[in-house]
């Protein structure tokens, strides 16, 4: 089955900065990789999309880059602001057919003020 | 985005008692929703996938005359934790894909049920 690894597993950085947030998959089958916001005691909420037929996709301070030869994708948000702070999961899955969705470990992001 | 809601977002219960979490898709109809299990500081951990009008899959490990699901409309999924004990103590969170856009890649997440067994 599917291995998602996520690094770091906590990041810290000063309001302003840039935060990248690295995750890799195991199954080359995967093209559907989404990535979720999770504040505390609340739900996660997806916050970007990538699908393996395009390398880079943007919205606003945040992007997501995927080298499928390598099976890496990562998240970027620039400009970072004390609400980033928050627990931040990538995944992984097979478009249709209601795949499962494979989740990485999760990268504790603080935001220094 | 599409809109899934949890009920009761918290509960505490007796050892041996039994609960039901409710999940709903406010404004778009899932044939399919998932229950994930996550423990604190831990991913998410999918339990089962709850299809509407039959029988639920379970991922392996999970004990499915424990966790009882019954997903008896295109809008409602319920978990029912029976004969609860300490370690089913943990954050219950259901999703669900809105298919509704053309695609059926998108899992949207309720807020979660924090349960806590006594």
């Known amino acids: 089955g599917e291995n998602v690894e996520q690094h770091p597993s906590t990041l810290s950085v000063q309001e302003g900065d840039s935060a990248v947030i690295k995750c890799t998959y195991s199954d080359s089958a995967s093209n559907y990789f989404p990535w979720y916001k999770q504040e505390l005691g609340k739900g996660p909420q997806l916050i970007i999309d990538i699908r393996s037929n395009v390398g880079e996709k943007k919205d606003q301070r945040i992007a997501v880059t995927l080298n499928k030869t390598a099976k890496h994708f990562s998240l970027h948000i620039t400009e970072t602001q004390p609400e980033d702070s928050a627990v931040y999961f990538c995944a992984a899955t097979i478009r249709g057919g209601y795949q499962k969705v494979t989740f990485g470990t999760g990268t504790k992001l603080q935001v220094i003020p | 985005g599409a809109v899934v809601s949890q009920h009761p977002s918290r509960v505490i219960c007796k050892s041996g008692t039994s609960v039901k979490i409710e999940c709903r898709s406010l404004d778009f109809q899932a044939t399919t929703m998932f229950w994930y299990r996550q423990f604190p500081k831990q991913s998410l951990m999918l339990m089962a996938t709850?299809?509407?009008?039959?029988?639920?899959?379970?991922e392996q490990g999970v004990e499915k005359d424990k966790f009882l699901i019954n997903h008896a409309s295109l809008t409602l999924s319920t978990l029912t934790v029976t004969s609860a004990h300490p370690e089913d103590s943990s954050f219950y969170i259901c999703s669900a894909r809105d298919p509704s856009g053309g695609s059926t890649d998108t899992q949207y997440f309720g807020p979660g049920t924090r349960l806590t067994v006594l």
């Open positions: 709850s299809n509407e009008g039959s029988k639920a899959t379970y």
